[in-house]
């Protein structure tokens, strides 16, 4: 098993066996430039050190950081269970700054909305798919009540059709928030994501 926590703190100058320090330098040096690098992919057969690599990367990132990067490391199969990506991604950067900070709140203050409708979008999605799809296996001696579900079910799906369609129009306002928000960050302390194991994640 990778033991993350005893990988975080190395950097290269305590051990370099495959000489990957001038890659990392290298990157950096993507990073710095004015091309556009993102996503950068890292590619590599299981225990090729793509993890120790990454947090070396962000060691020597930080250890020499004139940009003023905030540099942050997400394990994705770590975070599997969670049924919206992106909440991992918001809270990783949420964490670069202190609880009181004024970024931190304001950033955090305009995920909420969007995460909260994007969640209610799959659970109404679901209630109504559930109902379609099993309404047959509904043994036949419950049948002659079913008139009266079925016209109530048309009613509760119209109306959670339009209010799904309520909700993608305010979540599509507040994903553009989201993104003003994060990009006003971004443009003091520019961000660098470093999303590991994905390989490992289920494919959606």
Known sequence: MTDYNLMKDFTFRERDEFTREPIAEKIIKLLDSEIDVSPLIIDGKWGTGKTEF?????NLVEADNPNNYKVGY???FQAD????????LIAEVARFYDEKDDKRKNFIKNAVPYLRLISGIG???GLGFAFGRYAADIPDALADGMEEIKDGSKSFIDQSLESMIKDQVEAEKNLS?????LSDIASTNPIILLIDELDRCRPE
């Open 81 to 88: 269970h969670a049924n919206e990506p992106l909440l991992t």
């Open 54 to 58: 990454c947090f070396k990367l962000r």
């Open 177 to 181: 928030t989201l993104r003003n928000a």
């Open 74 to 76: 997400v394990n994705a």
């Open 123 to 125: 659970l109404k999605a």
